[in-house]
């Protein structure tokens, strides 16, 4: 099995800084992609930022200049570095991987169970 575990979530005052992580463990061929998306209450999941194992990212435009997402390919896991935080940034976090477990398997995306971000004073 793929496991995905983010930690670094919380309740933090408009302007602060958190920073959210997120390791994949298990069997693992390889990493294509990592990404972070997020889900407010009574909205869909949308996409924050994805970085590739060659280190393209990309941000979505409401986190652009605020967020930083960044990888550790040895360690499986991805960094999300929230500066500048605002009320409408409260939201699950989820991360994801497209990855392979094996060689000769399909490429498939799986998913961690979401940590809390809370932006509040």
């Known amino acids: 099995q793929v496991q995905l575990v983010e930690s670094g979530g919380g309740l933090v005052q408009p302007g602060g800084s958190l920073r959210l992580s997120c390791a994949a463990s298990?069997?693992?061929?390889?990493?294509?992609?990592m990404g972070w998306y997020r889900q407010a209450p009574g909205k869909q999941r949308e996409l924050v930022a994805t970085i590739t194992s060659g280190s393209t990212t990309n941000y979505s435009d409401s986190v652009k200049g605020r967020f930083t997402i960044s990888s550790d390919n040895a360690k499986n896991t991805v960094y999300l570095q929230m500066n500048s935080l605002k009320p409408e940034d409260t939201a699950v976090y989820y991360c994801?991987?497209?990855?392979?477990?094996?060689?000769?398997?399909?490429?498939?995306?799986?998913w961690g169970q979401g940590t809390q971000v809370t932006v509040s004073s």
């Open positions: 994801n991987a497209d990855l392979r477990r094996w060689s000769y398997s399909p490429r498939r995306t799986y």
């Open positions: 298990g069997t693992i061929f390889s990493i294509y992609a």
